[in-house]
């Protein structure tokens, strides 16, 4: 198992332990950013605009 499954299938095991198992969308933004591909803050800037629109 590589360094990036691992490090998602700990976030998905302590997420699930709260009852909020992570979804594959989830995965593959983790996924994403452990790679290089996106940067944390872009991901999360996408997300907060994601939601406040929701709302």
């Known amino acids: ?30 996924r994403d950013c452990l790679e290089g591909k996106k940067s944390f803050d872009e991901t999360v800037k996408e997300l907060v605009d994601f939601y406040r629109k929701a709302v």
């Open 1 to 30: 198992m590589s360094d990036t499954e691992r490090i998602i299938a700990n976030v998905n095991a302590t997420m699930a332990m709260e009852g909020m198992p992570l979804t594959n969308d989830d995965k593959m933004r983790i």
